[in-house]
């Protein structure tokens, strides 16, 4: 990651934010195989797709690590509920409780 204060133009800006979106992709994909392994682990052990208190563990983490690194909490949460919620969907189709 290259710091941006040492970006001198445009060009070399739009380099470096296509480079961190290729790695934001390869961790979401990453991301939506653990959710795969969770919805297996969950049929497992006969437990639901949602479980409130960690959803909320999520979002709450979210929010502090925005916080730590210097962003919006409120934009990470709004990421972090739309990224969760189709994590939720995901492990209930897997689950077969569409």
Do not use: C, F
């Not at 690194?69 to 990224?83: K, R």
């Amino acid at each position: 990651m290259r710091d941006p204060a040492t970006l001198s133009d445009m060009t070399e800006l739009r380099v470096e934010i296509d480079r961190t979106d290729a790695e934001l992709s390869a961790l979401l994909a990453h991301r939506a195989q653990l959710i795969s392994r969770a919805a297996e682990l969950k049929a497992a052990n006969g437990w639901p797709a949602r479980i409130d208190a960690r959803v909320d563990e999520v979002i709450a983490n979210a929010r502090a690590n925005a916080a730590r690194d210097g962003w919006d909490p409120a934009l990470a949460e709004y990421i972090w509920t739309e990224l969760v919620e189709w994590s939720i969907r995901r492990e209930e189709t897997a689950l077969g409780r569409e």
